[in-house]
């Protein structure tokens, strides 16, 4: 949430937690010995998981307290545990009484998710249930309740602030299109994490143009640099990261149009630490590393550290450009997919600025114009965005790209109530991020007409009509 107000609330209730409760039995008072079935069991020990105490209000209702992250108690907002040795038809309210901001997505309808052992899709808590309140028996702070009701007795139950995303899920992923062994995919390690971890780039690029000497001589070929994760808990952002990558490499004929002329720099996760331990928004040592771009240590931030050397090389090569850079992200506040951009003296550099907003809202129908925001806000000069719009030549265009937690409005029929996002709906994003972006090459005159795959012509509203996504089979 790379622009999003600092509501951290000093008022919410901060129990000071550092550790995530492993297997903790919640047993009523005065009970001893072994533990009954009812006897919730809850346990965030376990990857992304946070959960740093429970109270025990009553059997039919629980207090609980987000971890905050590491080093830093300000941000309390993501949440991840399971619940065991429940009984059948066992009915609980669940109330998170310590979350750091007020997350006005709540108020529209937006819902934790959750699944079980035996249904291991994710699904959202229905809105009936969901309760979002100023507490009296808690300061007067805002709270989430939520009612559950436990219907299988052998299943472990898994609750999240949002869909979740692992660094090993990402490994997995990266390993798996590595096994495939794709000539114009490569995977390179270009840094590690404060603990270790990898910091991981993929590059998408054929040569086979090159290869063919189709490419016009002295053109430089379009470099496009795209981060994500950098704040942990917005997992989302890794939906459309991966959704990108999928439609980047299939065999698809915009994605073999767009890596035949476009080279591809993605580097999916730049906090694997705060991913792994489950915090929100900060790194291991408690730094909001989208907040200090201009001023990053090797030692305290290796990720941002290599990914700006990595941008450095790229500016040195003759033959290649960088021209555009896009860094995803997740908002709690708002609803929709928007961007943040920058404003310049230059009207000319403006309005090429935002071209590529513009194809986007032409490929989405959750796209939110509104929510679109161009400044030169001085606070965030230590972002992403700011910091290369700064470092990179006047040509390239540096964006912040926002999707929010809950849904989206349609553009065609705003009246209707809100779409929810899906895990689905987030990697279709990412496939559109792709179709405008050709859009966008098409429209500047970097692709050529000529050169877009057949079925697909320029319209008025961009380079692809919907019958021909029709005719091209696109899911």
Known sequence: MADEASDSSSDSENTGE???VARLVMRPPGHSGKAKKGHLVFDASFEEGNLGKVDYVSEFEYDLYIRPDLANPRYRVWFNFTIENVRLEQRVVLTVVNI???????????????????????????????????????????????????????????FAFSYPYTYSRLQKYLEYLEKINMPFLTRE???????????????IFDNKLLEESKWPVKKKRKIVIITARVHPGETPSSFVCQGLI??????HPVAHCLRERVMFKIIPMLNPD????????????????????????????????ATKKLVDRLMMKKDDEVDMYLDLHTHTSLLGTFVYGSTFDDVYRFQRHTLFPKHLGNWTDDFSVQNTIYNRDPSKSGTSRRFFTNMLPSKAN????????????????????????????????????????????????????GSVPPGIKVGKRGLVVESSRKVLNRK
């Not at 705060?274 to 990720?303: I, Q």
């Not at 540096?398 to 929010?404: F, H």
């Open 100 to 158: 750091s901001k007020i997350v006005y997505l709540f108020h529209e309808g937006f819902t934790p998710v959750v699944r079980s052992t035996s249904r291991p899709k994710w699904y959202k808590i229905p809105e009936k249930h969901v309760y979002y309140y100023k507490c009296p028996y808690h300061r007067n702070n805002y709270v989430l309740s939520f009612a559950f009701a436990f219907d299988r007795e052998d299943d472990v139950y898994q």
């Open 18 to 20: 550092v550790k995530n």
């Open 398 to 449: 540096c964006y912040t790209l926002e999707v929010s937690f809950y849904g989206y409005r349609s553009k065609q029929d705003p009246s209707k109530a809100v779409t929810a996002y899906t895990e689905d709906s987030y990697i279709k994003l990412g496939e559109n991020i792709a179709w405008a972006l050709l859009d966008y090459y098409v429209a500047t005159g970097y692709i050529s007409s």
């Open 274 to 305: 705060g991913v792994f331990v489950g915090n929100y928004r900060t790194s291991l040592l408690g730094t909001d590393l989208n907040r200090c771009w201009h001023e990053t240590s090797p030692l305290a931030h290796p990720t941002l550290h």
């Open 189 to 203: 390690e270009i840094g590690k994490s404060v603990q270790g971890r990898r910091l991981d780039m993929i590059t």
């Open 246 to 251: 999928d439609f980047l490499v299939s065999d």
